[in-house]
């Protein structure tokens, strides 16, 4: 999967499965115009067809 804005692909997701057999997509976006790349997690929640992305950053060093 290419996570894309401004008609350029600016990350990568890729399908992950937890020991508990729940899937998710594992999700990196990197840009330019970031520090550093952003990671993230796309869950399904518990309403069938919703998803939630959980993300995170880390500080530049």
Known sequence: MRACWCHRVRGAAWKTSL???RDYHSV???DSS???PT???LVETDTEG???LIWSRRTAE
Do not use: I, T
């Open 34 to 36: 970031c520090p550093v």
């Open 19 to 21: 020991r508990e057999g």
């Open 50 to 52: 919703d998803f939630s």
């Open 39 to 41: 990671y993230a997690s």
């Open 28 to 30: 990196k976006l990197d």
